[in-house]
């Protein structure tokens, strides 16, 4: 079992910048892929950052491309997401999620583990 707790939410002006991390505790940090959700009312979750086991391949979603940023300090056991530029249409519900797949992981159903999530609220 693997325990996600995500933290750094909150609301912040368009241009401005957050930095988001997920805490994990249980099994191996570095054995498992990790990526960044976010769901926002009425609309599917999406992946908007993914890194693999060892930090070296990351994948970003077109809409945050050049504006956020995933890590992961596996002394730490902690993922980031810096986020940068933020707009409104970044605002959601943004949540860590652990994967065992070796590959990269873009899809929800991919991930095996899920932290509950910190709100984003990018004003105008």
């Known amino acids: 079992q693997v325990l996600l707790v995500e933290s750094g939410g909150g609301l912040v002006q368009a241009g401005g910048s957050l930095r988001l991390s997920c805490l994990a505790s249980?099994?191996?940090?570095?054995?498992?892929?990790l990526g960044w959700f976010r769901q926002a009312p009425g609309k599917e979750r999406e992946c908007v950052a993914a890194i693999s086991r060892s930090g070296v391949t990351t994948y970003y979603a077109d809409s945050v491309k050049d504006r956020f940023t995933i890590s992961r300090d596996n002394a730490k056991n902690t993922v980031y997401l810096q986020m940068n530029s933020l707009k409104p249409e970044d605002t959601a519900v943004y949540l860590c999620a652990a994967t065992w797949t070796t590959r990269i992981a873009t899809i929800a159903n991919d991930y095996n583990y899920w932290g509950q999530g910190t709100q984003v609220t990018v004003s105008s």
């Open positions: 249980g099994r191996t940090f570095s054995n498992y892929g």
